[in-house]
């Protein structure tokens, strides 16, 4: 009997996917200036950290799953593309954020 190989992971992909269109493109950016420009820098910070949140829960999911079960799930390439990603945005809105006060 032929044993299954490991595949990856789909919550690694839907992490990727959420990052590239709720941190990538303009949506969180359009919120978070948005609510610079009124000088409410509070409801601008909540904004990234709530969007930061959503994009790293399905992929510390995924990442978790990995670990515990390597005979079902094998890593992917995708995922530290996706912690890139939310670092750099972290990084890069905390810069603006304190730019503002």
């Known amino acids: ?12 992909f839907i992490a990727f996917l959420l ?6 493109l303009p949506l969180q950016a359009d919120l978070v200036f948005v609510f610079l420009i009124k000088r409410k820098v509070l409801e601008a910070t ?6 930061i ?6 992929l510390r999911l995924a990442q978790r799953s990995t670990n515990r079960h390597p005979e079902k799930w094998k890593p992917r390439l995708l995922t530290p ?3 890139t990603i939310i670092v750099l945005n972290a990084l890069l809105n905390t810069v603006l954020l304190l730019s503002q006060k």
Request: proline share 9%; net charge positive.
């Open 1 to 12: 009997m032929k044993t299954k190989e490991p595949g990856y992971h789909p919550l690694t």
């Open 19 to 24: 990052a590239v269109f709720v941190l990538v």
């Open 46 to 51: 909540l904004v990234v950290i709530g969007t």
């Open 53 to 58: 949140a959503i994009v790293a829960l399905p």
């Open 81 to 83: 593309v996706t912690w």
